[in-house]
């Protein structure tokens, strides 16, 4: 299976250059791909992320 995100018409707003937190593309889909990639791999889930 091969998995493509593509963000397009992105602004400089969109990036968020700080890394204990979720906001900005650049830091939100790492995670949720990582869980989703764990649960299609396994069946189970991350546990969940404090920060």
Request: net charge negative; charged share 25%.
């Amino acid at each position: 299976m091969k998995l493509i995100l593509r963000h397009e018409n992105l602004l400089d707003s969109d990036f968020v250059d700080e890394e204990r937190t979720f906001e900005g593309y650049n830091n939100g889909w790492p995670a949720i791909l990582s869980n989703l990639k764990t649960f299609l791999e396994t069946g189970e889930t991350m546990p969940p992320i404090s920060l």
